[in-house]
């Protein structure tokens, strides 16, 4: 049986040390980072995330900015929102939660907040270092960032393996590919219009699935003693749970977990760990911001 890699314990550990960090900011300067979330919408799975975002904040002293905005909202007013937050000398990251209505424009959104203040990772600078050899982003993004701590949080080595990625996604598989690079393993991409994919998949030491298919990896597609790191969340029906869904990875954790060497649980893996890296991320932000002004 796999270990099953507890998000949660990491990610309180992580937690703490934040915590202790922003303390010490406090006392220091007598400022706390600021982290702004913006939604859009309705969508439950983003609610959810937004939901922990904001309740882990108040757990460790971030100060949190609330933005919630309707899903007809134009383009131009978001755009207005966040050049607003750019500018808010108390908010040192801005957070625009994806995916967008169809009538906005992600990339044009995202390219609009501060470089200084993307701790979402996602601006085209911060994603063009990280493509590049011996340069650094200010930021990474979180999930991609959440699933390397968490390999090398549970022992796993990266250097030398073979590495696959399920999805292509700009939030995640993409960068994730990047950071994996970094780390010296060799990448392969699997995605929509990848023929064979199980074949693929089957050989990988380490496995980042993304796609956003529930359950599409089947414990026969894992090589023994992978790491099996689940981005997935998808909501699927089940009236026997009060909010009427519950949620599943893209991997088959009952057949996955009897074969892989590692293995993230959905929920309970990769989630929390991803809202702690906002939160790391805004707290390096708050100390650059911090040490420049002093």
């Known amino acids: 049986m796999a270990t099953v890699i507890d998000g949660k314990a990491v990610a309180q550990t992580i937690r703490s040390e934040i915590a202790e960090e922003v303390r010490a900011l406090s006392q220091k300067y007598g400022k706390v980072p600021g982290l702004a979330v913006v939604i859009v919408g309705n969508r439950k799975d983003s609610q959810s995330y937004v939901r922990m975002k904001r309740k882990a904040c108040a757990e460790l002293g971030i100060k949190s900015f609330d933005i919630d905005l309707p899903e007809q909202v134009s383009e131009s007013d978001l755009i207005k929102q966040v050049h607003q937050l750019n500018v808010n000398p108390d908010v040192?990251?801005?957070?625009?939660?994806l995916p967008l209505p169809k009538h906005i424009n992600e990339e044009t959104v995202l390219s609009e907040i501060s470089l200084e203040k993307d701790v979402d990772g996602f601006h085209p600078l911060n994603i063009g270092k990280l493509a590049m050899k011996d340069r650094d982003p200010l930021f990474l993004p979180c999930t991609p960032k959440a699933c390397i701590e968490l390999l090398s949080r549970?022992?796993?080595?990266?250097?030398?393996?073979?590495a696959v990625v399920v999805g292509r996604s700009n939030i995640v598989g993409l960068p994730a590919s990047l950071l994996l690079l970094k780390a010296d393993a060799t990448v392969t991409i699997v995605?929509?219009?990848?023929?064979?994919?199980?074949?693929?998949?089957?050989?990988?030491?380490?496995?980042i699935a993304a796609a956003g298919q529930p359950m599409m990896i089947k414990g026969s597609w894992i090589k023994p003693g992978a790491a099996v790191i689940d981005v997935g969340t998808n909501a699927v029906d089940d009236p026997t749970k009060k909010s009427g869904y519950r949620l599943v990875g893209d991997v088959d954790f009952e057949e996955a977990s009897k074969v892989a060497g590692w293995i993230t649980p959905v929920p309970g893996g990769v989630g929390p760990m991803t809202v702690t890296m906002l939160l790391h991320n805004t707290l390096e932000g708050a100390k650059r911001c911090f040490e420049k002004k002093h």
């Open 154 to 162: 549970s022992g796993v080595s990266i250097k030398g393996k073979k």
């Open 191 to 207: 995605h929509s219009r990848t023929t064979q994919p199980e074949s693929i998949i089957r050989e990988a030491d380490i496995v």
């Open 92 to 97: 040192h990251g801005i957070l625009v939660q």
